[in-house]
């Protein structure tokens, strides 16, 4: 993160613009908007700056700018299209530690002005950095045509009631209820325009919300547990309904599968606990998973448990569904790309073919103790075999294969931290697989791809994509409240 995005309270205070052209005109607008006292240092003035200057909206010295016109600013704009002039009062600004944007030059700049949607009191500010102004334009673009014209009144609504619900409502109660207005018939009503019904959905609402944590053990009302999967490791293979939940979480349970910028997508104020396997440390036991999700929910916690891939295939998501439904806990599973799909998918390889593979199986590469898989099924031809967790244990994996009759020329693929920057596929036959992942160190989360269509897909490896392709747009990804 290049810059620390924030809002500034500006209400009466000193800004300085130096420059009197188009464009200091659009930073005087919005300075004044903001509730800021605007002062223009420029020998001339663009009409619109003079039309603000004869209403007595701001102060016009015709002079050429002096470090003494910083005194007293809070926040200072060079707009002068002069190199010079600029560089001067970049300086000057950063001498007398006052924020100052010079147009269109970021190295000269303490900040920067984002695209701004502003449905006030509720703004919507998108920045590039200063490296692409016009990509932020067309994302607050698709923003702005999805975010009603009536936000703002929502906001003003909630904002008036505010006091009162914290009187009302126990804390960990507040936001699920402030939820359920924006999302109920309150928020429905207010943004169709028709506030004596929002009135009424929010004061049954409130009833409603008081009752039901005047009834809950210990005074808050009790939480829910979604079950998210989180793909395979590329956050932008999230599903939409994993980016909401986690929005709203309270809490986020994560295991080692899940990388850091998964992480980020959850809701920043989310507190997040480790639940994985670091190396050299104990595995935390799922009973342990079981009694901490129990315990957060009874408190009231909207808990995200993050799984790698999805939590129902080699997650065990279907013990922890299993343990919140005997504790009364109320969940909801969101499925996610599993492992084998997106690593097949980012290695090019077709886990179904017509004529090469009319079936997949996916098997736990952890072989048990009694050895009770099925190896003559696994090694039959005409199918594709996904092996999750198996780099440890390719050697007997291989060797089972073998001996159940697959052939040593079969095609075979490992995909070590599939859809990731860092991404690797390695290709060979059955007899060659464990030599060459050894040999180059492949190391979990990997897997192993069995099959014909690992074969015949190498010719036809696609190489990644440098731009993405451009069929959805963000009003396509983001949903209107």
């Known amino acids: ?181 924006v999302r109920g018939k309150a928020g429905t009503h207010l943004l169709a325009g028709d506030e004596p019904g929002a009135r009424r959905a929010f004061e049954a609402e409130l009833l409603v919300s008081q009752l039901t944590t005047s009834a809950a053990t210990g005074g808050s009302a009790l939480g829910e547990v979604y079950l998210i999967g989180a793909g395979p490791g590329d956050p932008d293979l999230l599903t939409l309904r994993a980016l909401q939940l986690l929005q709203q979480a309270d809490v986020v349970l994560y295991d080692r599968l899940v990388p850091a910028a998964v992480l980020e997508r959850a809701r920043r104020e989310a507190r997040r606990i480790f639940v994985g396997k670091s190396q050299g440390e104990e595995q935390t036991a799922q009973e342990q998973i079981h009694e901490l999700m129990t315990r957060l929910a009874r408190e009231g916690r909207k808990v995200a448990r993050l799984k790698g891939g999805d939590p129902f295939i080699f997650g065990r998501g279907g013990e922890e569904a299993e343990a919140l439904a005997r504790a009364g806990i109320p969940y909801l599973v969101v499925p996610g790309i599993t492992a084998a799909l997106g690593a097949a998918a980012a290695a090019g390889i077709p886990l179904t073919q017509r004529g090469l593979a009319q079936s997949v199986t996916f098997v736990t590469g952890h072989i048990p103790e009694d050895d009770s898989l099925d190896w003559q099924t696994l090694a039959r031809a005409g199918q594709t075999v996904v092996f999750y967790m198996g780099v440890g244990k390719l050697v007997p994996i291989v060797a089972r294969l073998r001996a159940a009759g697959a052939s040593d020329t079969l095609a075979a693929a490992l995909v070590e931290r599939a859809t990731l920057p860092e991404q690797r596929v390695l290709r060979g036959t059955l007899a060659q697989i464990a030599g060459l992942g050894a040999r180059a160190g492949i190391a979990p989360p990997a897997l192993l791809i069995v099959g014909e269509v690992v074969g015949a897909s190498a010719a036809t490896e696609a190489a990644p994509m440098a731009v993405p392709p451009a069929a959805e747009t963000a009003a396509d990804l983001i949903q209107p409240i």
Do not use: C
């Open 1 to 181: 993160m290049d810059y620390l995005p924030v809002f500034l309270q500006l209400r009466s205070a000193h800004a300085l613009i130096v420059g009197g052209g188009r464009i200091a005109a659009r930073k005087a607008d919005l300075l004044l908007r903001a509730g800021a006292r605007v002062t223009v240092v420029a020998p001339r003035l663009h009409e619109e700056l003079s039309s603000r200057t004869a209403a007595g909206e701001l102060t016009h010295l015709a002079e050429t700018f002096v470090p003494a016109h910083l005194d007293g600013a809070v926040i200072a704009i060079a707009a002068t299209g002069l190199r010079d002039v600029n560089e001067a009062v970049a300086q000057a600004a950063r001498e007398r530690h006052v924020p100052v944007n010079v147009v269109d030059d970021a190295s000269l700049s303490t900040f920067i002005f984002p695209a701004i949607i502003d449905r006030s009191p509720v703004l919507v500010a998108v920045g590039s950095a200063g490296q692409a102004p016009v990509l932020a334009r067309w994302v607050r673009e698709q923003i702005e045509a999805i975010l009603p014209a009536s936000l703002g009144v929502l906001a003003r609504f909630m904002g008036e009631r505010r006091r009162g619900v914290q009187r009302a409502l126990a804390a960990g109660a507040r936001r699920a209820f402030w939820e359920r207005i």
